[in-house]
Every structure is written in C-alpha cells, then in structure tokens.
C-alpha cells in the first residue's frame, strides 16, 4: 500500500484538527482562527466566509508542484467524513480545472489497485462507486445510502448563469426514485415554472451536502464559480493549490519539506545563454553528461531533456530545433518525440520502459496536463524567460525526483536549467517568480536557483557564484536609455549601455554596494524600478555575498539523548519510554465516568471531554446523519463495537493491542453508558461519530499517563543507562532551515547565525528572544548558531519530554567544539511544570554528553539579578 510521506500526513492532521473543531464548535471561522493562532506554521490570513455559506468550512491545502495533491484529495474523504461530516458514506463531488484532468482523475479512481482508489477503499471498506459527471444517471437512492459516491467533473460543466438546458440541472425522469426520499420542502431546492421541485441532479446534490474536493483551486475564483459552489449547498469545501489567490490558507508544504522527504529535485542549476543555439548545446551536453553518470545508479534513469521552442512565426520554432538537433548535436531522430496540439508523438509511450529511445522532448506552450515523467532532469527554453509563460509547467516536470528516492549520485538531485537571457541576474528574476508561482517563498526560490557557467570556449561545469574569483557583470534589459550622468559613485566604464532589439542592456561590472545600487534603480523608468532593484540583489546575493557556514557546507552536528537497551544504543522517544516501561489497556478501567460522556435528552445535546476541554455537542434529526433513518434493529451491541473499533484503528488507535483486548474495552466502555440510564442503544448509534472521539481521547489520556511513568522511570530515575551521543545526532547541514513563520527584519545584523542573517525566523526585533540571539552572537566563544524553530519537527533539534518533544530555543556550536542549548523564559512561567521539566531534560543532556554539551534555561533575570547577556557569558565561561 502507497504510504504517505511525514508532510502529507502533518496537513492532513492540521485539516482534521480544523473540521473536528468547526464540527463542534459550529464556527468554521473560529476554528480557522484557532488553528492559525495554535500552529506557529499559520499563513497569517484572516478566514474569508465565502458567499451564502457562513457555516461551511471552507479551506485551502498549499502543496507545491511535486507535492502528491491527488493523493491527499483521496485522503481528505475518509478525514472529512469522520472529523467533520459524520457520514459512514458522503457523497463527494471532486471538481477538477479541465478534461483532461478530469479524464486522468477518472481513470486512476477506477483503478482498484492505484494509490488514490486504495485509500479511499481502505477508509470505507470498498464500499465505493466512482462516477463521471456525465454518467450520474446511473447513480442509484441504494448508492448514496450504502456507498461512497465520488463524482467527477469540472466546474465549467456545473459554471452556468443560466440553468435552463444544462444537463445536471435539467429535470429528468431517471432521478425521481431520489426525489421519493427529499421531501418538497427541502429549501433551496430549485423549481420549474409551475413550483414543482425539479428532479435534477444538482438538487440532489443540494439534499445531501457533498464534500467538494477542488483541484487547482486558483482557477476557480470568479463570483460566477462561487454562485455554483453556494448553489450546490455543500456540507464542506477543501481546496487543493501549489498557488492560492484567496483562498482560506489552512496550512502550507514548503518544496524544501518536498526535498527533504526526496520528491522533488533541487536546487535548480540555472545557466544563461545569449541564444537559443548555445542554450540547445550545453542542454544536450549537459544531458549526455547525465546520462553517463545514471549509469552508476541503482535503478534505471535516463535523464530527458525537456526544450521549449518558439512558436510558427518566429525563429526557433519545433521543426527548426529538430533540424539542430539532428545536424548539428547529433542526436538521432528516434531519440527525439514532439509533443504539440498538433504532434502527439508521446501517446501511448512508455517512458519508463528501457527500450524507449526517447531523450528530447519539444514542445511548444506546455505538455499533455497531468504529464509525469521524473526521468526529466533538463529544461532548456528556446523563448525568452520573459515571454515564456509555460515555463512554470515545464520546471514542474524536471523537479520530480525518479522513484521519490533521493539518489546517491548528488548530480542526479539536482535539475539543470538553461534559458536565454543577457545575465545571470535577470534570469534568475524571472525564473525566481515563476517559483513562487509553484509554491515556494521568496528566500526559499532564491535559494534554491544556483548559478552555473555559461557557454563559451573551454567551459566546465563547477558552479558560479561565491567561489568565483571574479564577480561576473550584473547585465539587464530597460526600455529607456537611462542618463549615466546621474551614476555618480561608480568609476569610469564600469557601467555600460548598449542599443538592443528590445530598448537598452546595462552592464555593471565590479562589487556593487547598496547605495549604488539604489542609484542605479533611479535611472531607470518608475514603472521598471522594482523589478530591477529585485534583479540587482540577487546578483548581490549570489555573487556578493560571502556565503553562510550552511551554504559553505560546514557541520553543525548535534548529540542527542541515547538509551542503552540490551547493549545497543536506541534513540530516546516517547514510544522507546512507553516500550521500556510497558503499556497495557487492561491496566486502566474500562468505562466512562463522570463527565466523559453524557447525553441530555431534552436537550438533544452530548456532553464530553476532547483534547482537555469539555464540549456541549447538539444535534438535529434535520442533519444528513439522521435523514435516512438508523432503525434500532439494523444495529445491535456487537456491530457497534465492531464498528468503533474499525474506526479506532483507522485513527491510529488500537494497532498496539490485540484485537480482542480492544473490543472488550470498548464493549465495557459501552456498557458504562447503557448502564448509567442515560442512553439507550439508538442514541449511541446516533452519537457513534461521537464516541470514536470520546474513545480516541480516552485512550490517548491513558497512553499519556503510562509514557510519563515510563519518561520518569526510563530518563530521569536512571531506569536504562543514558548518553547524549553522536550516534543519534541532528545536523543543521543535512537540513533546510524551515521557510515557515515571519523572516527577521531588524536593524541590528547577526553575523553568526548559521543559516545567515536574512533567513532568521521567529525572531522579532528587541523582544526578549532577540536579546538572547544577541547575547548568542557576541559571545566571542561562539562559532555559529542557530534560532532552533518547532515547526521543522523532525529538521529541528529537539529533546524528549514527558509529553513529547520539546526544542531548545537557541543552539551554538563554539569554537573549541561544544554544543550549546539554550532555552528562554519569561520570568512569569520560570516555575511552571513545563518550565521545569524542561531544564532537567536540558541538564541531563548536559551531564550525559562527558563534556561535550552545556545547557541553559535563560531568564529575564536570574536569582543573582544577571539579564541574559551575562547569564550567557557566565555558561560559556
């Protein structure tokens, strides 16, 4: 079965928190707010409440180009069904930008054995029909009672100002069994001209309050769209983009979190060519060179070139670049496949098969939607960067990593591309903005575009930039000749202007400072300025910059907490403590007591206790749950205890104990509420979406206190022998710095920050934080640090709590080879429990490391009245 990676699981937890909260609170805009005031990953967005549909979450998934947004869609089903909608069958309307797609979509949820099918089949035990939006008719009252129904289509299909004459709001005769079942007072439902409820598919629709799954959301901002989505009276809308407008932003995948999960291919290795020729040459050198080096790979690559050629009018169109290739880089016919409007040549290929011969593909917009060949590795434009509006696609295609394995081979981590452009610079501009189109962040698109050499004479392949002896020209393109006059600071001909075809090129040779560059910008016409002043410091920053120990490849290992089990060294976690100590359900009492769980009659609400807060939940007979009728004799003890504990186990709950241990549980829990005269069976098969909560919650309570006794016993009581050992040990080169959360931004430079002054995060000037990195960075002692972010989870440094992890705010490597932790608090929660804890897993890391770490719990003040300048002196001393 296909398994998600460590970030397709994080968003769908982080949409699941938010649905289970909207469910009970019954405010999709709170809960929106919750989330993003609880997670320091939020967006920073305010929650828009979309037209007609204040009690609709409606929320957007970021995943960057490469991310598996599909197969999350498929996810989000069982996850909304269960947090959310309480449905055992939704119905499902799964909304797709075009046909193309909406044919590919189709095609692999038919698929019993694809990944998408598979996980909705295991969410809901095969109970599944796939429909296209063009087959609807066949959708059965049995369907939708029994089965998950998942329909696809597009929007343009249900997009319509008018609805007379469209198919899927026409009244037709094949649906009336349906309409046996919706009561003509259902309201909203739309009518004909003599006030009879139409049987038409969107009024069924509008009766059971799909989940809408919208693919490539971005496209379907208009009020138009809007109207059709408030028109089919959706239960819950969860939209899936790499590039949001306005969407409810719920949580964001980083494509550095892609890389580090080995998804994709980065950085990019950007060259830029002064023609398509030169560009076409080093693309196909570039190319065999590759070739040669997959060899020595495990598994079967061959690397493709991807190029993108003009179109008919211009000069390097696809016939002529296929010409080129033939003639002047002998390259065989074979080799080469053409994939146009008009020229298919790649359908019904199989890429991956060894004896296909095909190596160049050209193309001229984009490639067949939905494409996917990780075997792409080199993207060459034979059009301008500027004008190349396609090439966001394209760079998709060379980013997915053959196999989601990150090779042995470094050179086959990396995707190569090759554009025309006079300079560096301003190609890496504009390549940097058709990034952020895909998903990243400023600094991480930067980042993540590496300059290589250009073509000429006697070139190789060692990347341009900061080892460089030279400082290569900053050279741009401006419409206007601009008046040197005014270039006051730079010395004679060290900026040049030429005429071009296309207005002026200035070329800027030698260091250029921030005054002069701001200089330079003013010559330039206003409505250029900001572009050029952006192309300005990525030269700075590529070429000028002297690079971050990060950047430099320098180590910046870390111990962490070991635990000797039987001779062997094993990594110190929550589940090694709970295994250590041992952990069985049958030790904790099996039923609800107090207020756990109860049920207000009169009142039609449920009264029970999730994630530490109790929580008054009503329902109505009017909900989708309730409107088909559970019948008492349909259900009975056993098949609710069964079902409880198939929903349990899909939560993550129950694959530590045996099946009979958890069903007896569960039976005794159950009969705790029958007994107690609250509730008679029906009333807990009602509330069944309730009790997988309460059960959820009950059991995690239980597993939280077994794993403090064994924390306690294991850690701190010296119940195993413990190390801080480079054994298990967490490097800072080896990971991203997490691109989540507000960049620093002060005055005051930090000058040993590891990952360097400009990618700080979480660090607001002159707050309290900020004086401890000040303290950090002028510590002469100090080689380099790091502001130590929670929000990598795993590409952070973190210690074990009794709880689960904790991360120390700061950490330092010195210059004799120490490792310093520092953890920061306010002197109003110095003496919390949680403060505590945290200083004796700090110190113990400290006393287990001989030496080889010191750790410190900073505050405002200490007991001796020191601020956090000289309490960090005073360790580091």
Known sequence: ?????????????????????????????????????????????????????????????????????????????????????????????????????????????????????????????????????????????????????????????????????????????????????????????????????????????????????????????????????????????????????????????????????????????????????????????????????????????????????????????????????????????????????????????????????????????????????????????????????????????????????????????????????????????????????MGFEDDEALDNIIPTQGTFEGFDDTPLGRAAQETPPLIFQVTEKPD?????????????????????????????????????VKIIPEPEQDKIRKTIKIHRDKFQRRPTPFEAGVPFAVPLLGVLVEGDLELASPDLCLELHGWDLNDYPARFEGNEFVYDDDAQTFEFDIKGNKVVYSHSDDTPIFRRGYISDKWDEPRLVRWLDRELHKMGKGAEFRQEVMMEFIRKCIHSLLNSGEFDLLALVRAKFLLVKALFEKIGRYRKQAYEKGFQATLLEGGAPVEASFDFSFDFKNNVYPSAGEAYRGAYTFKKHYYGNERIRDLKNNSEEFRCAQAIDTAKQVKHWVRNLPWGKEASFRLPTSTDYFYPDFVAELVDGRLFALEYKGKHIKDTADTLEKENIGKLWEEKSQGKCIFLLGLDKDDMGRDIHAQVKNKLA
């Open 484 to 520: 040197l006059s005014k270039v006051r600071t730079f010395e004679d001909e060290k900026v040049q202007v030429e005429r071009t075809d296309d207005g002026y090129q200035m070329k800027v040779t030698g260091h250029i400072s921030e005054d002069q560059a701001e200089e330079l």
């Open 1 to 437: 079965m296909f398994q998600l990676k460590s970030y397709q699981l994080d968003t769908l937890s982080a949409l699941e928190d938010y649905l289970e909260d909207s469910r009970l609170s019954g405010d999709p805009k709170k809960a929106f707010e919750n989330f993003v005031a609880d997670n320091p990953t939020d967006t920073g967005q305010q929650y828009r409440i979309r037209q007609g549909m204040d009690g609709v979450p409606y929320v957007c998934l970021r995943l960057p180009t490469g991310g598996g947004k599909t197969v999350l869609a498929s996810h989000t089903i069982e996850v909304a069904a269960r947090a959310y909608l309480e449905e055992e069958f939704p119905v499902v309307l799964w909304l797709v930008p075009t046909n193309t797609i909406r044919e590919q979509t189709l095609e692999a949820l038919k698929q019993n054995d694809h990944p998408y099918r598979e996980a909705i089949d295991n969410a809901f035990d095969g109970q599944v029909s796939v429909f296209d939006i063009a087959e609807v008719t066949r959708i059965r009252p049995k369907d939708i009672e029994s089965r998950v129904c998942v329909i696809v289509g597009t929007l343009q299909t249900l997009r319509v100002k008018n609805t007379d004459g469209r198919r899927i709001y026409a009244h037709n005769e094949n649906f009336e069994p349906h309409f046996t079942q919706i009561p003509d007072s259902t309201p909203g439902l739309e009518k004909d001209d003599e006030e009879n409820v139409k049987f038409s598919f969107v009024n069924i629709l509008h009766y059971h309050r799909p989940l809408i799954i919208m693919d490539e959301a971005h496209k379907a901002r208009s009020r138009l769209s809007a109207e059709v989505v408030e028109r089919i009276n959706p239960a819950c809308v969860v939209e899936f983009t790499a590039t949001p407008t306005m969407g409810n932003v719920l949580y964001r995948v980083s494509p550095t979190e892609l890389k580090a999960e080995e998804m994709v291919k980065l950085p990019f290795m950007l060259t830029e060519h002064k023609n398509w020729r030169n560009a076409i040459n080093r693309a196909v050198t570039e190319r065999r060179s590759l070739e040669k080096t997959a060899s020595g790979d495990a598994d079967y690559i061959r690397p493709i070139a991807l190029i993108q050629a003009e179109p008919q009018g211009r000069e390097a169109t696809v016939d002529v670049i296929k010409q080129h290739l033939i003639e002047n880089e002998n390259v065989t016919e074979a080799a080469i496949a053409i994939a146009t409007g008009s020229q298919r040549e790649l359908d019904g290929i199989d890429l991956f098969d060894k004896r296909c011969p095909i190596k160049y593909i050209i193309t001229i917009e984009a490639l067949k939607e939905g494409w996917d060949c990780p075997f792409a590795y080199v993207f060459c434009s034979a059009q301008t960067v500027r004008s190349a509006v396609d090439i966001e696609q394209l760079l998709g295609r060379v980013m997915r990593m053959p196999y989601a394995k990150r090779r042995e081979i470094d050179e086959l981590n990396k995707a190569y591309a090759h554009v025309i452009s006079p300079g560096f610079a301003e190609a890496a501009e504009e390549m940097h903005d058709k990034l952020m189109n």
